[in-house]
């Protein structure tokens, strides 16, 4: 395993594998947002512009602009008492955020892999009454979405950073399961 200043080998392709595997696992909790917030499409954009560059599209300045518009409707859903959409529109986010994995060997770049699982599965738990073995249930499945590429991209990455509070704890046990 690399060391946290190690540059590490990253192709366009493996970038795009894992910017699919993110999109795949935020997609499910767009219906939670959607229900929420049924006017707001702005994490389906961020989900759609990084669904785009995963196929096949460049990585553009729209990835990061529609990013920072689902990190706002995150916010504002929030702001709205709406705990469950709100980690939704972050999942999207971090979904759009994958297509930016830095080739650095540094810890918080496993966010850009598996933050979008964990802000889903931690979205499915909210709204399942904060029920944590939903979220649990939804990294195992997630865990079986993740190919081989992604795995191996993964593992040139240290351990996922501590902290993040109940998300952190998520991906850490997304990350553990995939190692």
């Known amino acids: 395993m690399a060391d946290d200043s190690t540059a590490i080998e990253l192709s366009k392709s493996e970038l795009r594998e894992v910017t699919g595997y993110a999109v795949a696992c935020a997609r499910p909790a767009l219906a939670i947002f959607e229900r929420a917030r049924p006017d707001d499409r702005r994490p389906r954009a961020a989900i759609d512009v990084a669904q785009a560059f995963a196929d096949g599209a ?3 300045k729209a990835i990061r602009d529609n990013a920072w518009a689902a990190h706002r409707a995150a916010q504002e859903a929030r702001d709205a008492g ?6 939704a529109a972050r999942a999207a ?3 759009a955020s ?9 810890a918080t770049q496993v966010k850009h892999i598996l933050g979008s699982a964990a802000h889903a599965a931690r979205a499915f738990e909210l709204s399942a009454g904060d029920d944590r073995t939903v979220g649990a249930d939804h990294i195992a499945q997630l865990r079986i979405l993740a190919g081989p590429v992604v795995v ?16 952190g704890e998520l991906m850490r ?7």
Do not use: I
Request: charged fraction near 25%; proline fraction near 9%; avoid cysteine.
């Open 58 to 60: 460049e990585r553009t």
């Open 93 to 95: 986010l971090a979904a």
């Open 82 to 87: 709406q705990a469950a959409a709100s980690d």
């Open 98 to 106: 994958a297509a930016f994995l830095h080739p650095l060997a540094k």
């Open 173 to 179: 046990q997304l990350d553990a399961s995939l190692r």
């Open 152 to 167: 191996d991209v993964l593992r040139r990455y240290p351990l996922a950073p501590p902290g993040g509070g109940r998300v």
